[in-house]
């Protein structure tokens, strides 16, 4: 017993560590692309728009990706899939440092980069759900605040890197760090399957008659069985059935509308502190206090919360209030200390807010369809990005600002409180229909 319990603890600890540095250099990666913003923008005559459009179809692409994770994981197993996803993760920003236009950097970040990383992100937080009985909370705490660290490092060393070395080595170094998730990936174990019970053969005694041959409409209507059998199949590989679930649409502004407005902080902060006149250096230590800010606020919280001391939907109400005020009065913030604490608080509001949207995911779906869920979620947040993921660029192109971008994203975020709303309503539609 004992020694099932100590296997069991370090597959957890070994599922946290991956999903932390799965995470980190996910927001890393994203952090340090809009650091190299302004240089790609001059380095390839293009816009602040396209650019833009660049960084923001590399997040939507891993967003796409998401589906493919279920299937992956019951054809070749988790533990293979996150290798393979990090070796291929890494490289591609490798290649991408030997890029020669806009086009070729797309490419090779859409195609591998964030799609691996969005498969390892999804695949270990659906690992962590079904590992973590108790402490679910604190796990995804920890493993989450990766994206804190990836804030408050790889960030600022991108500015390192870019200052020392170019964009080319600066993107060279960064796929080189990335490459070191494959030493995580490795530590993951897989879980026993059951095996499906043996099927004795059919004796000959018990064979069935052998049937007339079918008629022609016979025969297109077992085609069309067939074929209706095979979409049925492939809906549930991909697990398309999550959402025809309500409570599917109410998890999914949580996350979406948050994650939706980080990301174009992530992006777009750096040359929006430049607009207010900050170095790229003061930009990249305003990033810092975010992390710091995300890191704290998700180790705490969780613990918090595994602990029962707060209600989830009363703290979703307060932080999502707070961020997207926080988000609203960085339009009127003009001085350093001040951008300091307005990074701290929104990253830490938006760090609580990452805990809590899968705590909020679980309670409502549960461990089953979590990693359907969290899969088809990152597909709409995707469509997110890349619908709308170049507005803040080109309203800067257009009027030199990005301060009613910026209005707008907190507009955006405040539309999580909706989903409080819609679950409302729905239990109580529940409660009359019984």
Partial sequence: MVGRCGTRYFQ?????????????????????????????????????????????????????????????????????????????SGASVILSSFSTSTLHVALSLCLLAGPGLSI??????????????TGYAIATGVGSSGHALGMMFIGPLAQVFLDTYGWRGALLLLGAISLHLCAFAF?????????????????????????????????????????????????????????????????????GCDSFAT???????VAYADTKGFSGHEAVTFTLAGG???????????????????????SLFVTITSSSLALLTLTWINSYWAMMVNAFLYHGLSGMLT?????????????????????????????????????????????GSFEIAFVILACIASLSLVSLLAEVLLNRHKERSL
């Fill in 12 to 88: 957890g600890v070994h599922i946290v560590l991956c999903m932390h540095v799965s995470t980190m250099l996910w927001a890393g990666l994203t952090k340090a692309l809009g650091v190299l913003l302004p240089t790609l923008r001059e380095q390839f005559t293009a816009d602040t728009w396209m650019i833009g459009s660049l960084i923001a179809a590399s997040v939507a692409a891993a967003g796409f990706a998401g589906p493919f994770s279920g299937p992956l994981d019951r054809i070749f197993g988790t533990r293979t899939v996150v290798i393979i996803s990090s070796f291929l």
């Fill in 120 to 133: 390892i992100c999804i695949l270990t937080r659906a690992m962590a759900g079904r590992q973590f009985t």
């Fill in 187 to 255: 530590l993951l174990t897989e879980s026993v399957k059951v095996r499906d019970k043996y099927v004795p053969i059919v004796s000959s005694e018990e064979e069935p008659p052998i049937s007339i041959p079918e008629k022609p409409n016979t025969e297109k209507q077992s085609q069309l069985h067939v074929l209706k059998a095979a979409i049925t199949a492939g809906k549930k590989l991909l697990g398309c059935s999550v959402c025809g679930r309500a409570e599917f649409w109410i998890a999914f502004p949580v996350f």
């Fill in 263 to 269: 990301d174009m902080w992530l992006m777009y902060f």
């Fill in 292 to 314: 710091i800010g995300n890191m704290v606020s998700k180790i705490i919280f969780g613990l918090i919360l595994g602990r029962g001391l707060v209600n989830v939907r009363l």
């Fill in 355 to 399: 805990v809590l949207s899968d705590i909020y995911t679980r309670e409502l779906l549960g461990t089953e369809d979590l990693a359907a869920a969290f899969s088809w979620i990152g597909v709409l947040t995707a469509v997110l990005v890349l619908a709308f993921g170049f507005f803040p660029g080109l309203m800067f192109d257009i009027s």
